[in-house]
T-cell receptor
Framework: AQSVTQLDSQVPVFEEAPVELRCNYSSSVSVYLFWYVQYPNQGLQLLLKYLSGSTLVKGINGFEAEFNKSQTSFHLRKPSVHISDTAEYFCAVRTSGGGADGLTFGKGTHLIIQP | GAVVSQHPSWVICKSGTSVKIECRSLDFQATTMFWYRQFPKQSLMLMATSNEGSKATYEQGVEKDKFLINHASLTLSTLTVTSAHPEDSSFYIC??????????FGPGTRLTVT
């Protein structure tokens, strides 16, 4: 079984400032890692994913994340945020390899961009 | 990516009644769909894996007789909440597996049981 911890339930940031949303995971097997964004009253949209290879992953909307196996972390970063980035961000994992496994989500981090 | 729709987007029902939620994959044939549940201000919890043409696989703690899943075609899975109670009020979200282990999510259905 795996678990995901997003320590920050809410992160307020000023517009154009950098932001980091933290995600740590626990698993006894290899995992794939994902970040999703949920805008108000909308479904989840994939920001980026780590499957293998380079530990620095670039996604949509200027976001990137770095996989750190030793620290079991997959923190999400953006160098300069915009008002439109205000949303709920979810980190998720699933076991690697084949099979149709569902995702295990963290509790989410509400990113609040202040003008 | 795949486009996933859900219907209805919001439903209110009386306690004791049943309600059906549809999940459609509009441009992708999905042999597997997932159903998640999201309580307010909380994360998504996987409820079950819906497999086309076979029985759904439920996560531990999810009552299969209460949450009936039917995946009758490659584009449609339904979740029926039977004998709904106020504690079943939640946001129900389905997803479809796409390429490279991605999941594409529907917009969700908000269920309110009065």
């Amino acid at each position: 079984a795996q678990s995901v911890t997003q320590l920050d339930s809410q992160v307020p940031v000023f517009e154009e400032a950098p932001v980091e949303l933290r995600c740590n995971y626990s698993s006894s097997v290899s995992v794939y890692l994902f970040w999703y964004v949920q805008y108000p009253n909308q479904g989840l949209q994939l920001l980026l994913k780590y499957l293998s290879g380079s530990t620095l992953v670039k996604g949509i909307n200027g976001f990137e994340a770095e996989f750190n196996k030793s620290q079991t972390s997959f923190h999400l970063r953006k160098p300069s945020v915009h008002i439109s980035d205000t949303a709920e961000y979810f980190c998720a994992v699933r076991t690697s390899g084949g099979g149709a496994d569902g995702l295990t989500f963290g509790k989410g981090t509400h990113l609040i961009i202040q003008p | 990516g795949a486009v996933v729709s859900q219907h209805p987007s919001w439903v209110i029902c009386k306690s004791g009644t049943s309600v059906k939620i549809e999940c459609r994959s509009l441009d992708f044939q999905a042999t597997t769909m997932f159903w998640y549940r999201q309580f307010p201000k909380q994360s998504l919890m996987l409820m079950a894996t819906s497999n086309e043409g076979s029985k759904a696989t439920y996560e531990q703690g999810v009552e299969k007789d209460k949450f009936l899943i039917n995946h009758a075609s490659l584009t449609l899975s339904t979740l029926t909440v039977t004998s709904a109670h106020p504690e079943d009020s939640s946001f129900y979200i389905c997803s479809v597996i796409g390429g490279l282990y991605e999941q594409y999510f529907g917009p969700g259905t908000r269920l309110t049981v009065t």
